[in-house]
């Protein structure tokens, strides 16, 4: 299994990004993909999920109306685009999945939900 995040960069307040985590090894019927991050001295936070088993999605309060999660079955890739951003959203970005029982609805934003992990990838807000 391997989950690989990119599209990371430097970008100034204001700006957008869209990250893409292509997974590979899992039939992504049965998971949701969710993007965590993780800045200097805090606590690692669950961003974004997507669930492929019903394609509900869920964001964290500070970044609703501004990100967007999306999945694509065929290639297998989960995007989060993200406008407006901001200085409190640089951050390491991490992507996960969690594989959901049948009959499972919706997405969690809990990482010990998630089984496997990706590389992160670097967000850096500045002007």
């Known amino acids: 299994v391997q989950l690989q995040a990119s599209g990371g960069g430097l970008v100034q307040p204001g700006g957008s990004l869209r990250l893409s985590c292509r997974v590979s090894?899992?039939?992504?019927?049965?998971?949701?993909i969710a993007w965590f991050r993780q800045a200097p001295g805090k606590e690692r936070e669950g961003v974004s999920c997507?669930?492929?088993?019903?394609?509900?999605?869920d964001y964290t309060e500070s970044v609703r109306g501004r990100f967007t999660i999306s999945g694509d079955n065929v290639k297998n890739t989960v995007y989060l685009q993200m406008d407006s951003l901001k200085p409190e959203d640089a951050a390491v970005y991490y992507c996960?999945?969690?594989?959901?029982?049948?009959?499972?609805?919706?997405?969690?934003?809990?990482?010990?939900?998630?089984?496997?992990w990706g590389q992160g990838t670097q967000v850096t807000v500045s002007s």
């Open positions: 996960a999945a969690d594989y959901l029982p049948l009959g499972t609805s919706g997405c969690k934003l809990w990482y010990d939900e998630y089984d496997y």
């Open positions: 997507f669930s492929f088993s019903d394609r509900t999605t």
């Open positions: 090894g899992l039939t992504l019927d049965y998971y949701a």
